[in-house]
């Protein structure tokens, strides 16, 4: 059984509120009961907390954790990620967002839902150009060929409408 939240916040000389904001945080972990290992906290806040900001009560002195490496942050306590670590997570979010956006500005990316419209665009297009052509060339066909034209026209359009079946059929995967 540990201190209560108000008495480890008299003992590391903060208010009880700042103790219930690192716990939110996760730079304290309290014990199952909801107190707090004095010991165990005051290592984690240490361990876990940046520089302590003019005005605060929060002592300047730096207390090494025995089970903790020469690393600070590095090891991860019980119950969640140390507050440096989100940090660093944040970081990288940071600048993946920004690359992202670079590369929007200089145009090297492509809105998703317009890409696949121009593509549909471009696909329909081109359907039509294959459902035109036979009334096109038929009738040409058939005059060097000598055979009768609407026959021609019949044998081409239902080749060209089985093609066609044959490649919607395929579904390209967009990712």
Do not use: C
Not at 39 to 62: C, H, L, Q
Not at 113 to 138: G, T
């Amino acid at each position: 059984m540990g201190l209560s939240i108000r008495a480890y916040a008299r003992h590391r000389g903060v208010t009880d509120t700042a103790v219930h904001k690192a716990i939110r945080a996760g730079r304290i972990t309290p014990e199952p009961d909801g107190t707090v290992d004095a010991e165990r906290a005051d290592r984690e806040w240490t361990r876990n907390s940046g520089a302590p900001k003019v005005g605060t009560r929060t002592p300047a002195i730096k207390v090494p954790a025995p089970d903790t490496p020469s690393e600070p942050g590095s090891v991860v306590p019980p119950g969640g990620t140390s507050l440096l670590q989100a940090r660093t997570v944040n970081e990288v979010v940071k600048a993946q967002t920004n690359k992202v956006r670079l590369a929007r500005l200089k145009g090297e990316l492509v809105d998703r839902s317009q890409a696949i419209a121009h593509v549909f665009k471009l696909a329909r297009s081109e359907r039509d150009a294959w459902l035109n052509w036979p009334a096109r060339i038929s009738a040409q066909m058939a005059a060097r060929l000598a055979v009768d034209a609407h026959a021609m026209h019949v044998a081409l359009e239902a080749a060209v409408r089985e093609h066609l079946q044959e490649l919607g059929d395929m579904r390209p995967r967009v990712d």
